[in-house]
């Protein structure tokens, strides 16, 4: 899983700054397999850091990354797998 073409939507091109979508992209690639075709990322201001919890259901996995951030950012991140590319979208696109 997330082995094949990856796409970002609208929504995170225009919001999420290109450092933060590798770093989740990484974080997945981290992962060992089997890996959830769902990915959960939580990202929240902690002060003046960023915040980042990434989770998934099956298998349960969750792990909270804590980086320096001059801008913050408030929103939650599908990144979906469907075996022929994956997509990194805002929940609220979802």
């Known amino acids: 899983m997330f082995n094949n ?3 970002l ?3 995170v091109n225009e919001t999420i700054p ?3 979508q590798l770093f989740m992209w990484e974080r997945i690639d981290q992962l060992s397999e089997p890996r959830d075709y769902l990915q959960i990322f939580n ?3 902690v002060g003046s850091m960023q915040s980042i919890t990434h989770r ?3 298998p ?3 792990k909270v990354y804590l ?3 001059e801008k913050p950012i408030t929103q939650k991140i599908y990144v979906i797998d469907d ?9 609220t696109e979802y």
């Open 5 to 7: 073409k990856r796409y």
């Open 9 to 11: 939507s609208r929504g």
């Open 18 to 20: 290109i450092e933060l």
């Open 43 to 45: 990202l929240e201001q």
């Open 56 to 58: 998934s259901e099956e």
């Open 60 to 62: 349960e996995y969750q």
């Open 67 to 69: 980086l320096p951030s």
């Open 83 to 91: 075996d022929d590319h994956s997509t990194m979208l805002l929940a």
